[in-house]
């Protein structure tokens, strides 16, 4: 898996990292994985982000796989209404 891209208060939340490596096969693996290794995103995940494969937009289908060489983003989500 490539590199997974933060925006955001996300990049706070890892240490200011931009980019992380994370080894995922769903976006559930990639989220559990993101919080152990960056406890202070937990509250981030709690709140909400979508996961963005390759251009399409996932906000809570964390059953979704995460094919090999995916493009993967990690956005925070915005109030709507």
Same mark, same amino acid.
């Given at each position: 898996? &490539? @590199?997974? *891209?933060?925006?955001?208060?996300?990049?706070? #939340?890892?240490?200011?990292?931009?980019? /992380?490596?994370?080894?995922?096969?769903?976006?559930?693996?990639?989220?559990?994985?993101?919080?152990?290794?960056? &406890? @202070?995103? *937990?509250?981030?995940?709690?709140?909400?982000? #979508?996961?963005?494969?390759?251009?399409? /937009?996932?906000?809570?289908?964390?059953?979704?796989?995460?094919?090999?060489?995916?493009?993967?983003?990690?956005? &925070?989500?915005?109030?709507?209404?």
């Amino acid at each position: 898996m &490539p @590199d997974v *891209q933060l925006s955001g208060d996300l990049r706070d #939340a890892a240490g200011g990292a931009a980019s /992380i490596h994370i080894e995922a096969a769903t976006i559930r693996e990639l989220l559990r994985k993101l919080v152990e290794r960056y &406890p @202070d995103m *937990q509250a981030r995940v709690e709140e909400g982000v #979508a996961v963005s494969i390759n251009g399409q /937009i996932y906000r809570d289908d964390r059953a979704e796989p995460i094919p090999e060489g995916a493009e993967v983003f990690l956005l &925070p989500r915005i109030a709507g209404g």
